[in-house]
């Protein structure tokens, strides 16, 4: 079925992917990806199942495809938040974890089916996951101003660590709610700083960085 | 097909499921969830695939029982690891650590699947994952000494924060292989002892435990 006028209907289709992928992420949040049909996806498009395959060849894609948006949606949030050439380390972490928790708060079952979801070892989703780690590891890494020693396998390690340890919080945090936002986010902020620390008994020039009115020598 | 002597036939097939789980812990090692039939499970068992789902209804079924196996086994390597009642809070986690490393480099593979697994938002293998946190912020809480404050939400938070910490260096640890066992064990306990710091900030009787020589007042 292709069309006549390859530039008109290239936006067409764009865009219906695009609301396609706005229903999936309500879709897949509300319900599991295996008792999810592509018929219900179809009926809530109010499109044949045809069509919807014409957009996205399988379920598995469909699904994919919004994982990948909701993680996506997760990194600019946090990205716009920590635009500033200006604030010091501390500042933007802060700023970053508001933004991050207004996410997680915002769109709870998004934020839960991105990080519950996996299907197995899928190799598609797991590039997501741990692209948006690797993501957040190279952000904090710059933003925090940790230079060259950044790329040293120890503080990427202790970085994406940490990012776990804010991800399996945030996860506790939607579904149990017993504790404040703001103190999650001091429990998020004083362990990077703590687990930095840990890193660079390992890795001496960082330590410099970690109080907050240093600057980098 | 119910036998005659229901107990002789009662052992039978749980050994023959305890067998078929060994077969399964290593063949979703090799293999994803979704690429894997019950038929390449009935042929490298050595069985019809009817006889197969005799003792596992279906696939989802002996893929969770593998996962609960090896969540089990992660569990009892490191509760061994820490059964004392002599040793001070941090030579328990050391041990703790090390024998959780040990499993890790053993099995790694068995390990990645664990943690990798998820199958979307299945709700029996997020319990088993869930679980497995659980269990470890308990032993934590009891073994660290943590006592009445291990149980406030602030610390269990921290402890599972924790957890995850320990899950996602461990992964990368074994996909990249950067630094040695030792100097990621270190950092997974100094973390520890750094985040619970920064957790006891909002609850001070916690501040005693975390030096290595103090006793609870």
Chains 1, 2 share one sequence.
Do not use: C
């Not at 044949?48 to 395959?53: D, H, P, V």
């Not at 994919?64 to 949606?73: G, K, N, P, Q, Y």
């Not at 970053?96 to 079952?109: I, P, T």
């Not at 040293?152 to 149990?176: D, H, I, M, N, Q």
Request: proline share 4%; hydrophobic share 40%; net charge negative.
């Amino acid at each position: 079925m292709p069309g006549r006028a390859p530039n008109k209907r290239r936006l067409g289709v764009d865009e219906r992917r695009a609301e396609l992928l706005e229903l999936g992420l309500e879709l897949f949040a509300a319900a599991s990806y295996e008792t999810l049909s592509i018929d219900a996806i179809a009926r809530a498009a109010g499109i044949s199942k045809g069509l919807l395959y014409h957009y996205f060849p399988s379920k598995r894609d469909y699904y994919t495809a919004t994982v990948r948006l909701a993680a996506d949606r997760l990194l600019n949030a946090t990205l716009e938040a920590t635009e500033s050439d200006e604030l010091p380390p501390l500042e933007l972490l802060q700023r970053g974890l508001s933004a991050y928790l207004d996410f997680v708060e915002r769109h709870g079952q998004t934020y839960a089916t991105l990080l519950r979801t996996g299907i197995g070892t899928d190799p598609e989703i797991l590039t997501v996951i741990e692209g948006t780690r690797d993501a957040f590891v190279d952000r904090l890494a710059e933003r925090l101003g940790l230079g060259h020693e950044g790329q040293g396998p120890l503080l990427r390690l202790a970085l994406r660590g940490w990012v776990g340890f804010v991800e399996v919080t945030s996860l506790s945090w939607l579904s149990e709610n017993t504790i404040s936002r703001e103190v999650l986010a001091e429990l998020m902020s004083e362990t990077l700083v703590a687990t930095l620390s840990a890193a660079s008994l390992k890795s001496p020039q960082v330590t410099d960085l970690l109080t907050p009115d240093s600057s980098i020598e």
